[in-house]
């Protein structure tokens, strides 16, 4: 059973399809970004405006922190955020490797990310950014420690960031996969039975989905946070 749980996290578990699923995840993935954010310039009907609703949710907070005023981020951070809900959503889908539930590709995208906040606020203005290391009205014999807490702070920002997103995501699989191994056994239950479990295994992936689109969001959110501390 053990194998069955954490076999999805396995991209050498099958050949075949599972072994090229992130290629084919990730073709699929920018593809659809690709369609959303066509549609922001063109006509639109209903299900293009479906399509568009997460992109204006996500543009709008990134509108309330300092990412307008740090160039091309305000663009990066908007197009990840449909490309980690659309990888999300297909880690879903049987057969597949479940990408954003490895910490080799949240770190991929938290640290770059977060590597470019903080080198654009240093370059920006040195002395504030390093001012922005000590609190204001701090005892001088507790600046160098203050210094040191917030620059480690400021440091695991990315590995929390990362974490977060792998261990939610993990989290989850393994929680649905626990719940399509007593699915699969459906068939010698009761009638009853087999239908609470089958509403039971669809309810929760309606919940995962949600689930995928809000962790999405959370890692974008915070993303738009930490330039707040961008230098003026």
Wanted: hydrophobic share 55%; charged share 10%; aromatic share 10%.
């Amino acid at each position: 059973m053990l194998m069955d749980i954490f076999s999805s996290f396995d991209i050498f578990e099958f050949n075949g399809l599972k072994s090229i699923s992130p290629t084919i995840i990730m073709t699929i993935s920018i593809t659809m970004m690709m369609y959303i954010y066509s549609i922001m310039w063109t006509k639109k009907n209903k299900i293009q405006m479906m399509f568009k609703a997460p992109v204006s949710l996500i543009l709008k907070q990134l509108n309330s922190t300092m990412v307008p005023n740090m160039g091309g981020i305000m663009s990066l951070i908007s197009t990840m955020f449909i490309m980690i809900i659309m990888i999300n959503m297909l880690g879903l889908v049987p057969m597949t490797f479940s990408i954003t539930s490895h910490l080799i590709l949240t770190i991929s995208i938290g640290l770059p990310m977060w590597m470019m906040i903080v080198s654009s606020s240093a370059m920006n203005n040195k002395k504030e950014f390093i001012a922005k290391l000590l609190p204001d009205g701090a005892p001088m014999w507790l600046n160098p420690f203050l210094v040191l807490i917030e620059t480690v702070s400021i440091s695991v920002r990315p590995i929390t960031l990362s974490v977060r997103l792998a261990a939610n995501m993990s989290a989850g699989h393994i929680v649905l996969s626990l719940i399509g191994i007593y699915a699969s056994s459906a068939m010698n239950m009761s009638v009853m039975s087999s239908l609470l479990l089958m509403s039971l295994y669809i309810g929760y992936i309606m919940f995962e989905i949600a689930i995928c689109m809000i962790q999405a969001y959370i890692f974008c959110l915070l993303l738009s946070l930490y330039s707040d501390d961008h230098t003026q």
